[in-house]
Protein backbone atom coordinates (compact mmCIF):
# COMPACT_ATOMS: atom_id res chain seq x y z
CA UNK A 1 0.00 0.00 0.00
CA UNK A 2 1.66 3.60 -0.94
CA UNK A 3 1.93 5.50 2.34
CA UNK A 4 1.10 9.36 1.05
CA UNK A 5 1.51 12.30 3.27
CA UNK A 6 -1.33 14.18 4.28
CA UNK A 7 -1.66 16.70 7.73
CA UNK A 8 -2.90 13.73 9.09
CA UNK A 9 -0.55 11.45 9.04
CA UNK A 10 1.93 11.55 11.95
CA UNK A 11 4.60 8.91 10.42
CA UNK A 12 5.16 11.77 8.09
CA UNK A 13 4.78 14.71 10.08
CA UNK A 14 7.65 13.96 12.53
CA UNK A 15 10.63 13.52 9.09
CA UNK A 16 13.23 15.86 10.50
CA UNK A 17 13.42 18.73 7.56
CA UNK A 18 17.23 18.07 7.44
CA UNK A 19 17.05 14.93 6.02
CA UNK A 20 15.19 16.44 2.45
CA UNK A 21 17.56 17.52 -0.41
CA UNK A 22 17.32 20.13 -2.77
CA UNK A 23 18.69 18.33 -6.18
CA UNK A 24 20.57 20.57 -8.28
CA UNK A 25 19.94 23.81 -6.26
CA UNK A 26 23.05 25.20 -6.78
CA UNK A 27 23.73 24.15 -10.31
CA UNK A 28 22.51 26.40 -13.26
CA UNK A 29 19.65 24.92 -15.79
CA UNK A 30 20.02 26.08 -19.20
CA UNK A 31 19.12 24.97 -22.59
CA UNK A 32 22.10 23.29 -24.11
CA UNK A 33 24.56 25.57 -25.39
CA UNK A 34 24.90 26.87 -29.42
CA UNK A 35 28.20 26.07 -30.21
CA UNK A 36 28.26 28.49 -33.19
CA UNK A 37 26.33 32.10 -33.69
CA UNK A 38 22.77 31.83 -35.30
CA UNK A 39 22.72 32.51 -38.83
CA UNK A 40 19.59 34.76 -40.16
CA UNK A 41 17.97 34.64 -43.87
CA UNK A 42 20.12 37.77 -44.89
CA UNK A 43 23.24 36.45 -44.03
CA UNK A 44 22.40 32.49 -45.11
CA UNK A 45 21.63 34.13 -48.46
CA UNK A 46 24.84 36.30 -48.35
CA UNK A 47 27.18 33.78 -47.94
CA UNK A 48 25.65 31.68 -50.49
CA UNK A 49 25.34 34.78 -52.59
CA UNK A 50 29.11 34.81 -52.07
CA UNK A 51 29.44 31.28 -53.21
CA UNK A 52 28.29 32.23 -56.69
CA UNK A 53 31.88 33.56 -58.47
CA UNK A 54 30.27 34.62 -61.90
CA UNK A 55 27.16 36.45 -59.58
CA UNK A 56 30.23 38.11 -57.63
CA UNK A 57 31.92 39.49 -60.79
CA UNK A 58 28.29 40.45 -62.00
CA UNK A 59 28.13 42.76 -58.93
CA UNK A 60 31.70 44.25 -59.19
CA UNK A 61 30.95 45.07 -63.20
CA UNK A 62 27.83 46.50 -62.18
CA UNK A 63 29.61 49.01 -59.10
CA UNK A 64 32.21 49.63 -61.80
CA UNK A 65 29.59 51.00 -64.26
CA UNK A 66 27.66 53.19 -61.89
CA UNK A 67 30.76 54.21 -60.43
CA UNK A 68 31.87 55.80 -64.02
CA UNK A 69 28.29 56.61 -64.34
CA UNK A 70 28.67 59.19 -61.54
CA UNK A 71 32.05 60.25 -62.00
CA UNK A 72 33.23 59.43 -65.41
CA UNK A 73 31.57 62.44 -66.85
CA UNK A 74 33.90 64.58 -64.80
CA UNK A 75 37.04 62.67 -65.44
CA UNK A 76 38.31 65.17 -68.05
CA UNK A 77 37.30 68.69 -69.28
CA UNK A 78 34.78 67.92 -71.84
CA UNK A 79 31.16 68.62 -71.36
CA UNK A 80 28.66 66.55 -72.52
CA UNK A 81 27.24 68.70 -75.60
CA UNK A 82 30.77 70.59 -75.96
CA UNK A 83 31.23 71.06 -80.07
CA UNK A 84 34.47 71.41 -81.94
CA UNK A 85 33.82 71.11 -85.46
CA UNK A 86 37.67 71.16 -85.65
CA UNK A 87 37.62 67.96 -83.34
CA UNK A 88 35.21 65.75 -85.94
CA UNK A 89 35.19 61.76 -85.98
CA UNK A 90 38.72 62.01 -84.30
CA UNK A 91 39.08 58.23 -83.06
CA UNK A 92 39.73 57.03 -79.77
CA UNK A 93 43.33 57.73 -77.82
CA UNK A 94 43.66 56.65 -74.55
CA UNK A 95 47.71 58.10 -73.71
CA UNK A 96 48.40 54.95 -71.02
CA UNK A 97 47.29 52.06 -74.05
CA UNK A 98 48.95 54.18 -77.23
CA UNK A 99 52.31 53.36 -75.93
CA UNK A 100 51.32 49.75 -76.76
CA UNK A 101 49.41 50.38 -79.54
CA UNK A 102 46.13 49.87 -78.55
CA UNK A 103 43.61 52.94 -79.02
CA UNK A 104 46.94 55.04 -80.10
CA UNK A 105 44.44 57.74 -82.28
CA UNK A 106 45.35 55.73 -85.65
CA UNK A 107 43.25 55.22 -88.54
CA UNK A 108 43.27 53.75 -91.91
CA UNK A 109 43.14 55.20 -94.73
CA UNK A 110 42.59 53.44 -98.34
CA UNK A 111 43.93 53.76 -101.86
CA UNK A 112 46.95 56.21 -101.36
CA UNK A 113 49.51 56.77 -103.83
CA UNK A 114 52.79 55.72 -102.72
CA UNK A 115 54.77 58.55 -104.30
CA UNK A 116 52.74 60.93 -102.42
CA UNK A 117 53.49 60.17 -98.84
CA UNK A 118 56.79 62.26 -98.43
CA UNK A 119 54.52 65.14 -98.90
CA UNK A 120 54.39 66.53 -95.59
CA UNK A 121 51.97 69.11 -96.29
CA UNK A 122 49.10 66.25 -96.76
CA UNK A 123 50.88 63.59 -94.17
CA UNK A 124 52.70 65.89 -91.60
CA UNK A 125 56.06 64.36 -90.43
CA UNK A 126 55.47 61.03 -88.29
CA UNK A 127 51.78 60.94 -88.29
CA UNK A 128 52.52 57.77 -90.83
CA UNK A 129 52.52 54.56 -88.93
CA UNK A 130 52.73 52.02 -91.36
CA UNK A 131 52.32 51.04 -94.86
CA UNK A 132 50.34 48.07 -96.43
CA UNK A 133 48.72 46.44 -98.96
CA UNK A 134 50.79 47.78 -101.65
CA UNK A 135 49.64 47.43 -105.61
CA UNK A 136 49.84 48.44 -108.43
CA UNK A 137 46.63 49.73 -110.36
CA UNK A 138 46.94 51.08 -113.79
CA UNK A 139 50.65 51.72 -113.67
CA UNK A 140 50.67 53.89 -110.09
CA UNK A 141 51.77 52.29 -107.19
CA UNK A 142 49.06 52.68 -104.58
CA UNK A 143 48.63 51.49 -100.94
CA UNK A 144 47.08 51.99 -97.78
CA UNK A 145 48.20 53.57 -94.96
CA UNK A 146 47.65 53.64 -91.26
CA UNK A 147 48.32 57.02 -89.59
CA UNK A 148 48.09 59.14 -86.76
CA UNK A 149 45.38 60.81 -86.96
CA UNK A 150 45.61 63.88 -84.67
CA UNK A 151 49.17 64.61 -86.08
CA UNK A 152 47.24 63.88 -89.86
CA UNK A 153 44.36 66.18 -88.82
CA UNK A 154 46.76 69.09 -87.45
CA UNK A 155 45.48 68.25 -83.54
CA UNK A 156 47.80 69.65 -80.75
CA UNK A 157 49.41 66.94 -78.70
CA UNK A 158 47.79 67.89 -75.69
CA UNK A 159 44.54 67.42 -77.15
CA UNK A 160 42.91 63.48 -76.66
CA UNK A 161 39.60 62.07 -76.74
CA UNK A 162 39.81 58.42 -75.21
CA UNK A 163 36.39 57.50 -77.26
CA UNK A 164 37.04 59.60 -79.77
CA UNK A 165 34.84 61.75 -81.08
CA UNK A 166 31.53 62.29 -83.05
CA UNK A 167 30.25 64.46 -85.92
CA UNK A 168 29.80 67.65 -84.14
CA UNK A 169 33.00 67.02 -82.07
CA UNK A 170 31.52 65.99 -78.69
CA UNK A 171 34.01 63.93 -76.21
CA UNK A 172 31.82 60.56 -76.27
CA UNK A 173 33.53 59.63 -73.01
CA UNK A 174 31.70 62.13 -71.46
CA UNK A 175 28.78 61.84 -73.34
CA UNK A 176 28.74 57.74 -72.96
CA UNK A 177 28.74 58.17 -69.07
CA UNK A 178 26.70 60.73 -69.38
CA UNK A 179 24.23 58.39 -71.20
CA UNK A 180 24.88 55.86 -68.79
CA UNK A 181 23.27 57.48 -66.38
CA UNK A 182 20.43 59.00 -68.02
CA UNK A 183 20.10 55.27 -68.70
CA UNK A 184 20.43 53.49 -65.01
CA UNK A 185 18.40 56.36 -63.73
CA UNK A 186 15.54 56.14 -66.00
CA UNK A 187 15.99 51.88 -65.66
CA UNK A 188 16.13 52.15 -61.75
CA UNK A 189 13.46 54.55 -60.96
CA UNK A 190 11.01 53.01 -63.71
CA UNK A 191 11.78 49.47 -62.18
CA UNK A 192 11.28 50.96 -58.41
CA UNK A 193 7.85 52.44 -59.15
CA UNK A 194 6.86 49.13 -61.24
CA UNK A 195 7.60 47.50 -58.16
CA UNK A 196 5.83 49.22 -55.51
CA UNK A 197 2.80 49.21 -57.91
CA UNK A 198 2.93 45.56 -58.13
CA UNK A 199 3.34 45.32 -54.46
CA UNK A 200 0.46 47.20 -53.69
CA UNK A 201 -1.76 45.91 -56.12
CA UNK A 202 -0.60 42.28 -55.98
CA UNK A 203 -0.79 42.37 -52.03
CA UNK A 204 -4.68 43.78 -52.05
CA UNK A 205 -5.60 41.13 -54.66
CA UNK A 206 -4.23 38.23 -52.69
CA UNK A 207 -5.10 38.97 -49.55
CA UNK A 208 -8.97 39.31 -49.83
CA UNK A 209 -9.28 37.32 -52.94
CA UNK A 210 -12.65 36.36 -53.75
CA UNK A 211 -14.77 39.62 -55.72
CA UNK A 212 -11.60 41.93 -55.52
CA UNK A 213 -9.25 39.58 -56.64
CA UNK A 214 -11.42 38.55 -60.09
CA UNK A 215 -12.02 42.10 -60.34
CA UNK A 216 -8.61 43.48 -59.98
CA UNK A 217 -6.74 40.62 -62.12
CA UNK A 218 -9.28 41.32 -64.97
CA UNK A 219 -8.51 44.97 -65.04
CA UNK A 220 -4.20 43.29 -65.53
CA UNK A 221 -5.30 41.22 -68.26
CA UNK A 222 -7.12 44.12 -70.01
CA UNK A 223 -4.20 46.47 -69.84
CA UNK A 224 -1.45 43.52 -70.44
CA UNK A 225 -3.70 42.32 -73.71
CA UNK A 226 -2.80 45.66 -75.62
CA UNK A 227 0.75 45.20 -77.49
CA UNK A 228 3.43 46.33 -75.31
CA UNK A 229 5.05 48.05 -77.92
CA UNK A 230 2.33 49.67 -79.96
CA UNK A 231 1.35 51.41 -76.51
CA UNK A 232 4.95 52.61 -75.59
CA UNK A 233 5.26 54.40 -78.28
CA UNK A 234 1.86 55.80 -78.20
CA UNK A 235 2.21 57.08 -75.21
CA UNK A 236 5.44 58.82 -76.18
CA UNK A 237 4.14 60.24 -79.12
CA UNK A 238 1.03 61.68 -76.74
CA UNK A 239 3.29 62.97 -73.66
CA UNK A 240 5.80 63.86 -75.62
CA UNK A 241 9.53 62.80 -75.52
CA UNK A 242 11.91 63.20 -72.58
CA UNK A 243 12.65 61.31 -68.84
CA UNK A 244 9.89 61.65 -67.66
CA UNK A 245 7.75 60.78 -70.12
CA UNK A 246 10.01 57.29 -70.76
CA UNK A 247 9.94 56.07 -67.35
CA UNK A 248 5.88 56.87 -68.02
CA UNK A 249 5.69 54.55 -70.54
CA UNK A 250 7.96 52.17 -69.13
CA UNK A 251 5.67 51.70 -65.97
CA UNK A 252 1.90 51.53 -68.21
CA UNK A 253 2.37 47.39 -68.32
CA UNK A 254 5.92 46.53 -66.83
CA UNK A 255 3.93 46.21 -63.17
CA UNK A 256 1.61 43.41 -63.93
CA UNK A 257 4.28 40.90 -63.72
CA UNK A 258 5.48 42.15 -60.17
CA UNK A 259 1.32 41.96 -59.08
CA UNK A 260 1.01 38.26 -60.41
CA UNK A 261 4.25 37.08 -58.24
CA UNK A 262 3.15 39.03 -55.27
CA UNK A 263 -0.70 38.02 -55.41
CA UNK A 264 0.47 34.40 -55.69
CA UNK A 265 2.67 34.59 -52.95
CA UNK A 266 0.02 36.19 -50.64
CA UNK A 267 -2.32 32.93 -51.72
CA UNK A 268 0.66 31.05 -50.28
CA UNK A 269 0.75 32.23 -46.83
CA UNK A 270 -2.44 33.84 -46.30
CA UNK A 271 -3.71 30.64 -44.50
CA UNK A 272 -0.36 29.89 -42.73
CA UNK A 273 -0.85 29.46 -38.85
CA UNK A 274 0.86 32.75 -37.89
CA UNK A 275 -1.37 34.90 -39.94
CA UNK A 276 -4.60 33.20 -38.79
CA UNK A 277 -3.31 33.50 -34.91
CA UNK A 278 -2.54 37.47 -35.70
CA UNK A 279 -5.87 37.89 -37.23
CA UNK A 280 -7.37 36.06 -34.04
CA UNK A 281 -5.42 38.61 -31.88
CA UNK A 282 -7.57 41.25 -34.06
CA UNK A 283 -4.38 42.95 -35.99
CA UNK A 284 -5.53 44.95 -38.40
CA UNK A 285 -5.06 44.02 -42.40
CA UNK A 286 -2.54 46.37 -43.48
CA UNK A 287 -0.41 45.59 -41.09
CA UNK A 288 -0.91 41.41 -41.67
CA UNK A 289 -0.82 42.63 -45.41
CA UNK A 290 2.56 44.63 -45.22
CA UNK A 291 4.48 43.24 -41.80
CA UNK A 292 3.26 39.73 -41.47
CA UNK A 293 3.04 38.16 -44.91
CA UNK A 294 5.03 40.98 -47.80
CA UNK A 295 8.59 40.29 -45.94
CA UNK A 296 8.09 36.84 -47.05
CA UNK A 297 8.22 37.46 -50.42
CA UNK A 298 11.46 39.82 -50.28
CA UNK A 299 13.72 37.49 -52.12
CA UNK A 300 11.12 37.13 -54.86
CA UNK A 301 11.04 40.90 -55.24
CA UNK A 302 14.54 41.64 -55.06
CA UNK A 303 15.57 38.80 -58.01
CA UNK A 304 12.12 40.27 -60.34
CA UNK A 305 13.88 43.57 -59.82
CA UNK A 306 17.04 42.56 -60.42
CA UNK A 307 15.60 41.44 -63.73
CA UNK A 308 13.78 44.24 -64.92
CA UNK A 309 16.45 46.68 -64.66
CA UNK A 310 18.20 45.32 -67.96
CA UNK A 311 14.73 45.10 -69.52
CA UNK A 312 14.23 48.49 -68.77
CA UNK A 313 17.27 49.43 -70.26
CA UNK A 314 17.03 47.80 -73.29
CA UNK A 315 13.34 49.23 -73.83
CA UNK A 316 14.60 52.82 -73.52
CA UNK A 317 17.78 51.70 -75.61
CA UNK A 318 15.19 50.60 -78.43
CA UNK A 319 12.96 53.61 -78.13
CA UNK A 320 15.69 56.09 -78.79
CA UNK A 321 17.13 53.82 -81.53
CA UNK A 322 13.94 54.07 -83.41
CA UNK A 323 13.65 57.95 -82.63
CA UNK A 324 11.35 58.14 -79.55
CA UNK A 325 14.42 58.42 -77.27
CA UNK A 326 15.31 61.38 -74.93
CA UNK A 327 15.54 65.11 -76.12
CA UNK A 328 18.86 66.37 -78.06
CA UNK A 329 21.44 67.21 -76.75
CA UNK A 330 20.61 65.31 -73.92
CA UNK A 331 22.49 61.34 -73.96
CA UNK A 332 21.63 58.08 -73.35
CA UNK A 333 23.28 54.55 -74.53
CA UNK A 334 20.31 54.23 -76.86
CA UNK A 335 21.05 57.62 -78.56
CA UNK A 336 24.60 57.04 -79.01
CA UNK A 337 24.18 53.73 -80.69
CA UNK A 338 21.29 55.14 -82.93
CA UNK A 339 23.69 57.77 -84.03
CA UNK A 340 26.65 55.32 -84.14
CA UNK A 341 25.24 53.41 -86.60
CA UNK A 342 24.57 56.15 -89.37
CA UNK A 343 28.66 55.93 -89.70
CA UNK A 344 29.65 52.49 -88.62
CA UNK A 345 31.44 51.88 -91.49
CA UNK A 346 33.32 54.78 -91.55
CA UNK A 347 33.75 55.15 -87.90
CA UNK A 348 33.15 51.99 -86.12
CA UNK A 349 34.40 53.40 -82.44
CA UNK A 350 31.56 55.16 -82.42
CA UNK A 351 28.75 52.19 -82.10
CA UNK A 352 31.62 49.90 -80.41
CA UNK A 353 31.50 51.57 -77.24
CA UNK A 354 28.28 51.76 -76.63
CA UNK A 355 27.54 48.33 -77.58
CA UNK A 356 30.24 46.79 -75.27
CA UNK A 357 28.35 49.04 -72.37
CA UNK A 358 24.75 48.09 -72.72
CA UNK A 359 25.92 44.46 -73.37
CA UNK A 360 27.68 44.50 -70.12
CA UNK A 361 24.83 45.40 -68.09
CA UNK A 362 22.77 43.25 -69.64
CA UNK A 363 24.93 39.88 -69.15
CA UNK A 364 25.52 41.36 -65.81
CA UNK A 365 22.17 42.13 -64.20
CA UNK A 366 20.95 38.72 -65.63
CA UNK A 367 23.90 36.91 -64.25
CA UNK A 368 23.47 39.02 -60.80
CA UNK A 369 19.53 37.58 -60.71
CA UNK A 370 20.66 34.66 -61.16
CA UNK A 371 22.56 34.59 -58.52
CA UNK A 372 20.16 36.97 -56.12
CA UNK A 373 17.55 33.99 -57.04
CA UNK A 374 19.46 30.98 -56.15
CA UNK A 375 20.71 33.06 -52.66
CA UNK A 376 16.80 33.93 -52.06
CA UNK A 377 15.13 30.50 -52.49
CA UNK A 378 14.60 29.02 -49.38
CA UNK A 379 14.67 25.37 -50.01
CA UNK A 380 18.50 26.21 -50.72
CA UNK A 381 18.68 27.05 -46.89
CA UNK A 382 21.79 25.90 -44.94
CA UNK A 383 22.97 24.13 -47.55
Request: glycine residues 8%; aromatic residues 12%.
Amino acid sequence: MLNVYTPDNEKYNNIDKSKFVLVQAEKEIHDAKFETKAVGFFKDAAMRFIRSKISVVALIGILFILFLAIFGPGMNEYGYNDQNLDYINLPPKIPVLAEYGIFDGGRVLQNRRVDGLDDTSRYPEGCILRVFNEREVKGVKMCDIEVDYYKYAGIPEDVVFWFGSDYLGRDLWTRMWRGARVSLFIAFISVFVNVFIGIVYGAVAGYYGGKTDMIMMRITEIINAMPQLVVVTLFILFFGTGILSIILALVVQNWIGTARMIRAQFYRFKGSEYVLASRTLGVKDRVLIFRHILPNSIGPIITRAMMAIPGAIFTESFLAYIGLGIRAPESSIGVLLSQGQKVMQQYPNQVLFPAIMISILMISFNMLSNGLRDAFDPTQRGA
